[in-house]
């Protein structure tokens, strides 16, 4: 069974960090672009990062961008997202997920994991 796995989530305070980690299980990563996302509560699930396959590009939202960094270890079939100077807003459900490329649409990204809580607060 294709499954996508992520841990690493946990409760922070603000201007700490945390990393995230998208383990996947009965497929290998190497040939996919993976994508992290989160969703708080009542709002919309966002897109906060995507690393290519092809060549490790990587993309950030401005909310991020400077903060979260996406890495990958193909050999241990993973994706990262290293989270610093996080922020209450910060506070969400983090899911990563796979696609055939970073550019497509949300909906078209596959094998979500269950998601990670990430929480930023005192």
């Known amino acids: 069974q294709e499954q996508l796995v992520e841990s690493g989530g946990g409760l922070v305070q603000p201007g700490g960090s945390l990393r995230l980690s998208c383990a996947a299980s009965?497929?290998?990563?190497?040939?996919?672009?993976v994508g992290w996302f989160r969703q708080a509560p009542g709002k919309e699930r966002e897109g906060v990062s995507c690393?290519?396959?092809?060549?490790?590009?990587?993309y950030y939202p401005d909310s991020v961008k400077g903060r979260f960094t996406i890495s990958r270890d193909n050999a241990k079939n993973t994706v990262y997202l290293q989270m610093n100077s996080l922020k209450p807003e910060d506070t969400a459900v983090y899911y990563c997920?796979?696609?055939?490329?970073?550019?497509?649409?949300?909906?078209?990204?596959?094998?979500w994991g269950q998601g990670t809580q990430v929480t930023v607060s005192y």
């Open positions: 997920a796979t696609a055939r490329g970073c550019h497509v649409m949300m909906d078209e990204f596959e094998n």
């Open positions: 009965g497929f290998t990563l190497d040939k996919y672009d």
């Open positions: 690393i290519a396959a092809k060549d490790g590009t990587t």
